[in-house]
């Protein structure tokens, strides 16, 4: 049998162009990027089916998600807000890994940008198809004691898609540099814990965001083309 090969045709989910409007459920000016180069044999719908189940609002899971997030609400302190402010656009890799959080130099962030960009593109399909198929509702809309320290997004909640873009990097990183792959998954999950903090994610959709980076990567790690720039990249690393 031939396998699934799937060429993203992404979305900006996460600039302020993108939007799906949670209250109304309906698509409201999407900024159409460019399609990946890369391929894998993995549909977004059969990504879904791996996921965890999303929790229904005021179950026990949806309850506990709430205290967690306003436990870390109560907590939070502004240096952690201005950082989760500065990690909003996950369009660019700079955003997440570059000199300003001492990840990447800004020669690694050169030369990896091509790639990261790449897995991006093909990771926002993914996390845009699966937001607008279970459409959960961002936690400031469904309790209105969480109060975000971030903008607003109009988008759906589950999966977290920045926890998803900045794993799927961290992993491409780790591939090319495993002797930091630590450091760089450590700063992904800081990624996704200041979108807790910050009031605009549940701790599970947190969970489902690094399920489905973990399952983009370990397929977009079979893609030949992927493998090739890998090896090129580290040719130019140091």
């Known amino acids: 049998m031939k396998s699934k090969l799937l060429f993203a045709t992404a979305t900006c989910l996460f600039a302020t162009g993108f939007s799906l409007n949670a209250r109304a459920g309906h698509r409201i000016g999407w900024h159409k990027l460019p399609t990946s180069e890369f391929a894998i044999g993995l549909t977004p719908q059969e990504a879904e089916k791996e996921l ?13 998600d709430l205290t967690t997030l306003l436990q870390w609400q109560k907590e939070r302190t502004s240096a952690q807000c201005e950082r989760a402010r500065g990690e909003r656009d996950a369009l660019h ?48 809309i469904s309790h209105n004691n969480v109060e975000p320290c971030v903008g607003k997004s109009r988008s759906f909640s589950y999966p977290s898609g920045h926890t998803t873009v900045s794993r799927v990097m961290a992993l491409v990183l780790s591939d090319i540099d495993p002797a930091h792959g630590a450091q760089y998954l450590e700063r992904a999950d800081q990624v996704a814990r200041d979108r807790i903090l910050a009031g605009v994610h549940y701790p599970t959709d947190i969970r489902a965001g690094k399920k489905l980076a973990d399952l983009i990567f370990a397929q977009l790690s079979k893609n030949a083309r992927f493998e090739q720039d890998v090896e090129k990249i580290k040719a130019e690393w140091r």
Do not use: C, W
């Open 52 to 64: 965890p189940p999303m929790p229904g609002l005021n179950s026990p899971q949806d309850r506990a």
């Open 93 to 140: 890799a700079e955003k997440f890994f570059g000199p300003k959080y001492h990840v990447l130099t800004a020669h690694e962030l050169k030369v990896a940008t091509p790639i990261l960009h790449q897995a991006f593109l093909l990771t926002a399909h993914f996390v845009f198809e699966a937001k607008n198929d279970f459409k959960r509702p961002r936690p400031y």
